[in-house]
Structures are given as structure tokens and as C-alpha cells.
């Protein structure tokens, strides 16, 4: 069965630093996509960043970007630069078909 | 373009109630799904609908329904509320790629409280 795994649920970090946001998942298939999600207190769900498993290169938007290790089957988020609007809850999810698998999500702190 | 709408954002019912939410999506999208997010069990997906025809569906009991009309826009409806149905129920759209290729992009929510 597919799985998300965020291991810290909470992580903080000083404003203006860099933080990376740990992300494991377990599947049997070769070609699937994977996505970082943020919550703010808003409840909103806000794409982040999106990694199609068969690019080796990274993606990266702006701020974030991510370390994909397919064979470790490992996807970590790096913010960088960290803003105080970058407080929110991230989520790491796996495709699957036509759903979403989720990780339990990691709670971002940025202290001013 | 607009974002994906969701009515009502709030809602409040008492248990063996029925409720029904609504979901529009983002313009040119044919693809919604619903997820239910709680503080016990996450986010779970509850079904998918594109061009009318439910594609996908988690493990939620037949409580829980959903249709999709022409215009693409989808309603959930749960059925004999119970405690555990209080969550925040959230609508996403996509364009509907086969294989679920594409991303999704999510509304605010409706936070369903269950009395």
C-alpha cells in the first residue's frame, strides 16, 4: 500500500534562515508525481511544489525547492529564506491515480 | 481566473441530519474530488467526478455521496450525520488527466460541525 511519512511534526526556524522539511513514501510504481502542500491558518490549501518522478532534476519555485532521491524514495522541502507568511502546516502527498495520499503534515514555526 | 469556490463555508447540524456541500471549480477544469481533513485521521480522500461519472472513491461508508452536474460543478452529500463527520471537508479541481497527472488546486473548505 502507498504511504506518506512526515516524520517531524513540528519544526521551527529562524526568520531569513533555511529550513527543509522531511518527506518518505512507499510505492510499488515507477512513474507517479509528488507534491508539497501549505496550510496557513486559513485552512486553504496552497500547491507549493510539484515533482513528476521520472525528472531527475529538482524542481524548484523561488524560495522552495525540493531534494528528490527516487531510489531512497525520499522528497524534502527546502524553504529558504524563511518568511514569517511561510508559517503554515506543509503536507507531502503522493498521486496516486485520482487521489491524493497524505502525510500527517509538519508544522512550520518561523520566529522573528 | 477564479479560484475553486466552496458554499457554505460554515456549517453547523445535529446528528441523523443530512447536509449537502457545494463545489465549483476553476474554469476549464472538469475534474473535483473531495477530501475530508481531521485532526484524528488526516486528510482523507473521499471520491472523484469528472465529466459527470464518479472515477474514484475511497473507504468512506455509502453515507457519504456525491454527483457532479454538466458545468462540472459537484455536490457532496452525507447522510444521518454522526459526531465523527465534524471535519473540514475540502473540494479540489484539476483538469483530469488520465492517470491523474495533473495538479490540484484546492477552495477554502467547509467546516462541518456535527452537534
Known amino acids: 500500500a502507498q504511504t506518506v511519512t512526515q516524520s517531524q511534526p513540528e519544526m521551527s526556524v529562524q526568520e531569513a534562515e533555511t529550513v527543509t522539511l522531511s518527506c518518505t513514501y512507499d510505492?510499488?510504481?515507477?512513474?507517479?508525481?509528488l507534491f508539497w502542500y501549505k496550510q496557513p491558518p486559513s485552512r486553504q490549501m496552497i500547491l507549493v511544489i510539484r515533482?513528476?518522478?521520472?525528472k531527475q532534476q529538482n524542481a524548484t519555485e523561488n524560495r522552495f525547492s525540493v531534494n528528490f532521491q527516487k531510489a531512497a524514495k525520499s522528497f524534502s522541502l527546502k524553504i529558504s529564506d524563511s518568511q514569517l507568511g511561510d508559517a503554515a502546516m506543509y503536507f507531502c502527498a503522493y498521486s496516486r491515480g485520482y487521489q491524493l495520499i497524505w502525510g500527517a503534515g509538519t508544522k512550520l514555526i518561523i520566529k522573528p | 481566473k477564479a479560484g475553486v469556490t466552496q458554499t457554505p463555508r460554515y456549517l453547523i447540524k445535529t446528528r441523523g441530519q443530512q447536509v449537502t456541500l457545494s463545489c465549483s471549480p476553476i474554469?476549464?477544469?472538469?475534474?473535483v474530488s473531495w477530501y475530508q481533513q481531521t485532526p484524528g485521521q488526516g486528510l482523507q480522500f473521499l471520491f472523484e467526478?469528472?465529466?459527470?461519472?464518479?472515477?474514484n472513491k475511497g473507504n468512506f461508508p455509502g453515507r457519504f455521496s456525491g454527483r457532479q452536474f454538466s458545468n462540472s460543478r459537484s455536490e457532496m452529500n452525507v447522510s444521518t450525520l454522526e459526531l465523527g463527520d465534524s471535519a473540514l471537508y475540502l473540494c479540489?479541481?484539476?483538469?483530469?488527466?488520465?492517470?491523474?497527472?495533473?495538479?490540484?488546486?484546492f477552495g477554502p473548505g467547509t467546516r462541518l460541525t456535527v452537534l
Open positions: 515533482q513528476e518522478a521520472y
Open positions: 467526478y469528472f465529466s459527470e461519472t464518479q472515477r
Open positions: 479540489a479541481s484539476s483538469l483530469g488527466l488520465v492517470g491523474g497527472t495533473d495538479t490540484q488546486y
Open positions: 510505492t510499488s510504481e515507477s512513474d507517479y508525481y
Open positions: 474554469s476549464g477544469h472538469r475534474s
